[in-house]
T-cell receptor, first 114, second 114 residues
Framework: ETGVTQTPRHLVMGMTNKKSLKCEQH?????MYWYKQSAKKPLELMFV???????ENNSVPSRFSPECPNSSHLFLHLHTLQPEDSALYLC?????????????FGDGTRLSIL | AQSVAQPEDQVNVAEGNPLTVKCTYS??????LFWYVQYPNRGLQFLLK??????LVKGSYGFEAEFNKSQTSFHLKKPSALVSDSALYFC????????????FGTGTRLTVIP
């Protein structure tokens, strides 16, 4: 599926670096999401945007900063990360926030913190 | 609190045999249930959903799932497994009220043996 594109696919960074993850959806959806996927744990919802407004922030540390400049693009700005932040970060989108709407996922960014 | 349990970390099945991947849920309110599949180095792909109506729902790639309200279960099934079905499967639930969260299970790795 190429509806949701994430770049880069892999990222290695030191704890003092600043980097950004990018997500772009080509599905005309109005809601976008950031998830963290760690081994043996359920996916953790980080942020939800609807029509470019943040509607959910699940107690995510401030070293993660999302940005949604328009309904097709979503960024996750990273700074001063910790080793436990190493994970697969998934972006998703859905038509809207309706409870019956499936979410469409990108292939993720594999993040490794040195 | 809402939660999803996938009691089996790993399921092995011979090619051509029927497969079942188990999921139980705990929610307050009416559940909206989803199954996703994740292939190596890829994001999650939507397979099927239960919203209301017929308890047996059919989805992509020949998969189906049965909603059982009394047992609070939503097991994924396929009559005849293919080697290409080998992947990580996630069950997820949303509810009509409260937070805008899609709650995921920890995933079940399905291996289809040729």
């Amino acid at each position: 599926e190429t509806g949701v594109t994430q770049t880069p696919r892999h990222l290695v960074m030191g704890m003092t670096n600043k980097k950004s993850l990018k997500c772009e959806q080509h599905l005309g959806h109005n809601a976008m999401y950031w998830y963290k996927q760690s081994a043996k744990k359920p996916l953790e919802l980080m942020f939800v945007y609807s029509l470019e407004e943040r509607v959910e922030n699940n107690s995510v540390p401030s070293r993660f900063s999302p940005e949604c400049p328009n309904s097709s693009h979503l960024f996750l700005h990273l700074h001063t990360l910790q080793p436990e932040d190493s994970a697969l970060y998934l972006c998703a989108s859905s038509q809207d926030q309706g409870f019956n709407q499936p979410q469409h996922f990108g292939d993720g960014t594999r993040l490794s913190i040195l | 609190a809402q939660s999803v349990a996938q009691p089996e970390d790993q399921v092995n099945v011979a090619e051509g045999n029927p497969l079942t991947v188990k999921c139980t849920y705990s929610v307050s309110g009416n559940p909206y249930l989803f199954w996703y599949v994740q292939y190596p180095n890829r994001g999650l792909q939507f397979l099927l959903k239960y919203i209301t109506g017929d308890n047996l729902v059919k989805g992509s790639y020949g998969f189906e799932a049965e909603f059982n309200k009394s047992q609070t279960s939503f097991h994924l099934k396929k009559p005849s497994a293919l080697v290409s079905d080998s992947a990580l499967y996630f069950c997820a639930v949303r509810v009509e009220t409260g937070a805008n969260n899609l709650f995921f299970g920890t995933g079940t790795r399905l291996t289809v043996i040729p």
